[in-house]
C-alpha cells in the first residue's frame, strides 16, 4: 500500500506530517496540495504580506528543505479527483491513482463568493484565501482607490485595517444590525467601530447589497435601501465554507464539516480528518473550529492518534485578530453568554468577559495580553471568578489564578 497519505497541504496538513516524523512514523508519507506553494501560513497574507512588510519565503511554515529531509513527499499542484474508500485508493486529476494504508482528510475551508447573478464575478471583486488570491488583488489597493469591503465580521474588518492603511478611501457595508453581530459581544463590536472610524472607515450597518454593479468590471454596489456607493474594488468577507465535498462524495459521513469521532476517525475506516474541515465532538455537541491553533492542535493530535495513542481531542480554542495596532486575543468560545464583563486596561486597552450564569466561557482581549493570558488560563481550568472581581480594574487578575 501507499503509506499514510495526507490531502491538503495548509496548516493541518503540514502539521500532520511534520508529527508523524517527530513521533518516529518511519512509514512513507504523501502530502497533496492543489497549489504549487509549499505549506504556508495564511493569515499573514491579508495582512503583513499584501502591506510589503512579509516577504514570500518568510510565509512558509517550514523551510523547502524540511520535507526532504523528513523524506515526506510533496505532492504539490496536484487535484484529488475522487476517494475509493473499499480499495484505500486516490484517482487525481490527469487519472493517476494512488493507494493508502490511512488517509487523513486536511481540506481546509474556502471563501463564501458573492453570486454570479448579482456581480460576484466582476473583475476587480476579491475574496481573501489563498497566496494567488492576494497577489490578484494587491495591484489594485493602490492610494486613493475606494474600496468596498462587504462584511462585517473579522475577515471584513482585518480587509478594512489594510486597506486605511494602504491610503485607500475605505467603505464596509455589513448587513447585520452591527458589525461582529454573531461572532461578539456589542462591547467587543463598539470598540472596533471606533477603532475604524478613527482611521477614515466609514461603516453601514443594517446595509444589505442587492447587487454590484459595471461592465466586466466593478464600478459600484446598490445597497438595499436603494443607495448607491461607487467603488473601484470589492473585498468580500462573509463567512467560510469546509471543504467536505470529495469525503461527501465518497460517502464519508458530512455534519457541519467532516464528521470525525473524538480521536480524529470518519466514518470511513483508515479516513482521518483535522483542521477547519473537520467537525468533532465538544461538551454535549459538535464543534468545527476556524483556526491556526486548532488546525495545528488537532491535526498532532490526529496524527498520535493514527499511531495508536488513543487519545482523544479536547479543543482549547483561540483566536487572534491584528487591526492597526490593536491586538485582539480570544479565548474560550462564547456561544449561549447571558453576562457581559468589560475590563478596562492600560492604555486604552479592554477585555470583554463572556459569562453564562456564574460560568466564564471566553473573553475578548483588545491590546491586554495579561488579560487574555490570565483568562485563558482560568477557561481551561474551568474557573469561574467573581464578574465583580473581573470588572474592578483595582483588583490583581493574576491572584485569581492562585
Excluded at 195 to 205: A, K, P, S, T
Excluded at 292 to 306: F, K, P
Excluded at 316 to 334: E, H, M, R, T
Excluded at 355 to 373: C, F, H, I, K, V
Aim: hydrophobic share 45%.
Amino acid at each position: 500500500m501507499g503509506g499514510i497519505v495526507i490531502v491538503g497541504a495548509g496548516q493541518a496538513g503540514a502539521s500532520l506530517a511534520a508529527k508523524l516524523r517527530a513521533l518516529g512514523h518511519q512509514g512513507p508519507v504523501t502530502l497533496i496540495g492543489e497549489e504549487p506553494q509549499p505549506p504556508y501560513q495564511r493569515p499573514p497574507l491579508s495582512k503583513a504580506y499584501l502591506l510589503g512588510e512579509m516577504e514570500l519565503e518568510r510565509l512558509h511554515l517550514r523551510a523547502p528543505a524540511f520535507w526532504d529531509e523528513q523524506a515526506v513527499t510533496l505532492r504539490l499542484s496536484t487535484r484529488v479527483e475522487a476517494i475509493d474508500t473499499e480499495a484505500r485508493s486516490l484517482r487525481l486529476q490527469g487519472g493517476e491513482t494512488l493507494s493508502y494504508d490511512d488517509l487523513a482528510l486536511t481540506t481546509g475551508s474556502r471563501p463564501r463568493q458573492l453570486p454570479a447573478a448579482i456581480g460576484g464575478d466582476l473583475d476587480n471583486v476579491f475574496t481573501v484565501r489563498t497566496l494567488a488570491d492576494v497577489n490578484r488583488m494587491a495591484p489594485a489597493f493602490r492610494r486613493g482607490a475606494r474600496a468596498l469591503i462587504v462584511g462585517g465580521g473579522y475577515i471584513g474588518l482585518e480587509a478594512a485595517a489594510v486597506a486605511a492603511k494602504l491610503g485607500l478611501k475605505v467603505t464596509l457595508i455589513e448587513a447585520a444590525p452591527r458589525i461582529l453581530q454573531r461572532v461578539a459581544a456589542p462591547e467587543t463590536a463598539d470598540f472596533f467601530r471606533r477603532l475604524h472610524q478613527n482611521h477614515g472607515v466609514r461603516i453601514l450597518e443594517g446595509a444589505g447589497l442587492s447587487r454590484l454593479t459595471g461592465e466586466g468590471r466593478v464600478t459600484g454596489a446598490l445597497l438595499a435601501d436603494g443607495s448607491e456607493l461607487a467603488a473601484d474594488l470589492v473585498v468580500v468577507g462573509i463567512g467560510i465554507l469546509p471543504n467536505t465535498e470529495l469525503a461527501g462524495d465518497a460517502g464519508i459521513a458530512v455534519d457541519n464539516g467532516i464528521r470525525t469521532d473524538e480521536l480524529g476517525r470518519t466514518s470511513a475506516p483508515h479516513v482521518w480528518a483535522a483542521g477547519d474541515c473537520a467537525s468533532f465532538p465538544h461538551g454535549e455537541g459538535r464543534i468545527r473550529l476556524e483556526s491556526v491553533g486548532n488546525a495545528i492542535d488537532q491535526a498532532e493530535a490526529v496524527a498520535a492518534n493514527m499511531l495508536g495513542a488513543g487519545t482523544p481531542y479536547h479543543a482549547k480554542p483561540w483566536f487572534w485578530s491584528d487591526q492597526y495596532d490593536v491586538k485582539l486575543q480570544i479565548a474560550g468560545l462564547n456561544a449561549g453568554y447571558d453576562r457581559i464583563v468589560t475590563r478596562p486596561g492600560e492604555g486604552g486597552a479592554l477585555s470583554v468577559w463572556y459569562y453564562r450564569g456564574a460560568t466564564l466561557l471566553a473573553l475578548d482581549a483588545m491590546n491586554d495580553a495579561r488579560a487574555y493570558m490570565i483568562g485563558k488560563r482560568l477557561i481551561e481550568a474551568g474557573r469561574s471568578p467573581d464578574p465583580a472581581l473581573i470588572a474592578d480594574p483595582a483588583s490583581d487578575l493574576k491572584a485569581l489564578l492562585r
